[in-house]
């Protein structure tokens, strides 16, 4: 797990042969410099090559595994407390921007613009020494999370990106924010249970998540308990009935039978290949640059 400081924006490019599963408090943007990464999250492996863009969650599982050995990574993160303070809503927003699928959806345009943010925060890096200098990094990098804000968040967007009108904007957020967040009111209820409480038709309610956003409500919810559940696993000594119930699976059976859809293979044996395992930052870098954005 990558723990930034409060407020702290770290700009990292990175050779890499391996990260293991892991998550950061961060916004992260990953964007492929030279050479070919696998980037592993949320039951899918992604081949990302020279140009490739791919933003994470904050808290969001995944796993980087360098397939060529000259690769260079770029890495922004952008802590949590300042996106918080400057994007209204942010617990209600799930980022889902990632060139490799989503390259027919006539995104091009779109992803242009975020590497031209990139190159505008590089170049000022590299080129400002007077007194504004923590100012003017961060006024590049408010203008590139409010564009991804603005253009990726599939709870705005939809996850063809066509735009929700302001009325499902507002219930899908809502929803988000009391079902899927660490501290919803929802966390534990099931999707009639959800419908009834937001005075929703099921049936609708069912087929326009599947439409949205492209997998069903169960889907969503059995694969973000068991990224909650690989967290458990990796920063825990917890055994795997603990973890089972803590991460709201009625029986560890279940744990484990969506934990092989997810990440083909066990709970036990993911633990025991990545828990305390030296290959996690296996990693050179090559360039660092850190400032506190407030």
Partial sequence: MISDKRGDLQVVIRNINEHAYYWHDSIAIINVLKGTIKLSKKTKEYILNRNDIVVINVGEVHNLEGISTDNRVLCIFIDQTFCRVKI?????????????????????????????????????????????????????????????????????????????????????????????????????????????????????????????????????????MAEEAIKQLLKTESNILQISFECGFSDPKYLIKYFKVFYKCTPSTLRSRYKNNNKKDNYCEYFKYGCNLF
């Fill in 88 to 224: 209204k809503d942010f617990d209600r927003i799930y980022i889902n921007c990632n060139t490799v699928s989503q390259k027919q959806l006539s995104n091009t345009k779109k992803f242009k613009k975020i590497q031209n943010y990139i190159i505008e925060l590089l170049f000022t890096m590299t080129n400002l020494v007077d007194y504004d200098y923590d100012k003017e990094i961060c006024e590049v990098i408010m203008k590139l999370l409010m564009y991804i804000v603005d253009n990726f968040d599939i709870t705005r967007c939809g996850k063809d990106f066509k735009g929700l009108d302001r009325k499902q904007i507002m219930r899908y957020k809502k929803i988000y924010e009391s079902v899927f967040s660490s501290n919803g009111k929802l966390k534990e209820a099931s999707l009639t249970e959800i419908a009834r409480h937001y005075n929703i038709n099921y049936d609708y309610l069912r087929k326009d998540i599947k439409k949205k956003f492209g997998h069903t409500f169960t889907w969503i919810k059995y694969c973000l």
